[in-house]
């Protein structure tokens, strides 16, 4: 059997000095494959360590690609394709909406089976869908609204739209963020009052938003600020083959989204799931997430699994979802909502070292294929 693992994300490495053992002999081509890199120093792109993984310990025909190799000849010659360079990411290094039709009529057209499934990515990519989706289920998440990204957009029709929704929400703070997006493109808060006595600034955001490529259904949505959020930390949980792996808390200093150069992120792991002899190395020693709250999360999260998309070969490998607190409720205890869902996450591998998350998500993939390999009876 023949796997594929295309890599080329630029967003997401771990430093050699906190490299885990396996990772350590690293050949020098596969490495020189990573995209990222830290002012004068380069870091290991979690997509090429998480390829090397399953190359180095899959006893099938494992070979790793780059964007070289995203064609259909290419693509048909192989069994399973893992996608972690996957379209959006292709059509943003591009900058061509023709790029992202390119690539989803490659998968379309493959004899491979491609993971994660178009139906999927495409589910995941529209944040206004799903979080209707998951709203008509039950599921918390923060009211939203969209407007059609398209050139010469009315700006005072959407304002007046967003003053009287902010009537509704009975907030003077929104905020606004493209869709589809990701590590804070085109987010921005804003205080209504401001925006009604001068539209200067709100104008020179949706032009700048009119001039960013177009894909899949592109939205500006529009949110009630939850102000906690930027106080108390948004949890990520992490999926493999559909089963809960492990949490980490984040709080991103709002100052630094949508801006160039790196995110101030603090972080914190769930009692449970914390090494604090692993921290040493940190600039900082994590705080820990109470197993109460992880607890609650993972039965939420185990809903949200079985109502995205899947096709006929499961579960999908990677998912992350992300909690935010907390919805303004008529609760004693304020809930945590769904803020984000990921098919091809941040694995925030330098910060995930007490689990060696790298290594889970290889073991995840070589489990996939085992499956999927008996499942379509490759040979």
């Not at 310990?57 to 259909?72: A, G, Q």
């Not at 009630?224 to 792996?245: H, I, Q, S």
Request: hydrophobic letters at 35%; aromatic letters at 14%; charged letters at 30%.
């Amino acid at each position: 059997m023949k796997v594929g693992i295309i890599v080329g994300i630029n967003t997401d490495a771990i430093s050699e000095d906190r490299f885990p053992r396996w990772l350590k002999n690293i050949d020098d081509k596969t490495f020189n494959l990573s995209k990222e890199k830290w002012d004068n120093d380069y870091g290991l792109s979690s997509d090429v360590a998480i390829a090397y993984y399953v190359k180095k310990f899959y006893k099938e025909d494992v070979e790793i690609l780059t964007k070289k190799d995203i064609s259909l000849k290419r693509f048909n010659e192989f069994d399973i394709i893992y996608g972690f360079y996957c379209p959006y990411y292709y059509t943003h290094t591009k900058k061509s909406a023709e790029a992202y039709k390119e690539y989803n009529n490659i998968i379309k057209k493959t004899s491979a089976i491609f993971c994660q499934p178009l139906n999927l990515q495409k589910f995941v990519l529209n944040k206004k869908l799903y979080t209707d989706t998951l709203n008509k289920n039950g599921i918390p998440v923060v009211d939203t609204i969209g407007f059609t990204i398209k050139d010469n957009m009315n700006v005072k029709n959407m304002i007046n739209k967003i003053r009287i929704q902010c009537g509704k929400w009975g907030t003077n703070t929104f905020i606004t963020k493209p869709q589809p997006g990701g590590f804070g493109i085109g987010f921005k808060k804003w205080n209504l009052t401001k925006v009604l006595k001068s539209e200067k600034g709100f104008i020179n955001y949706i032009q700048k938003i009119e001039k960013q490529v177009r894909m899949e259904k592109p939205l500006l949505l529009v949110q009630n600020f939850v102000p906690e959020f930027e106080r108390f930390y948004e949890v990520r949980t992490y999926w493999l083959n559909g089963k809960y792996c492990h949490s980490m808390g984040t709080i991103i200093d709002p100052n630094s989204l949508g801006v160039s150069g790196f995110e101030k992120v603090k972080f914190a792991y769930p009692k449970s799931e914390y090494k604090a002899r692993v921290f040493n190395t940190y600039d900082d020693i994590p705080e820990k997430l109470e197993d109460e709250l992880i607890t609650k999360l993972k039965t939420m999260g185990r809903k949200i699994m079985k109502i995205i998309p899947q096709d006929k070969n499961g579960p999908p490998f990677l998912f992350r979802i992300d909690f935010g607190c907390c919805l303004d409720n008529k609760n004693n205890c304020r809930d945590y909502f769904v803020n984000e869902i990921e098919y091809n996450p941040n694995l925030f591998p330098e910060y995930s070292t007490h689990i060696d998350f790298l290594k889970r998500v290889g073991e995840a993939i070589i489990k996939k294929s085992k499956d999927l390999k008996k499942k379509n009876n490759i040979k």
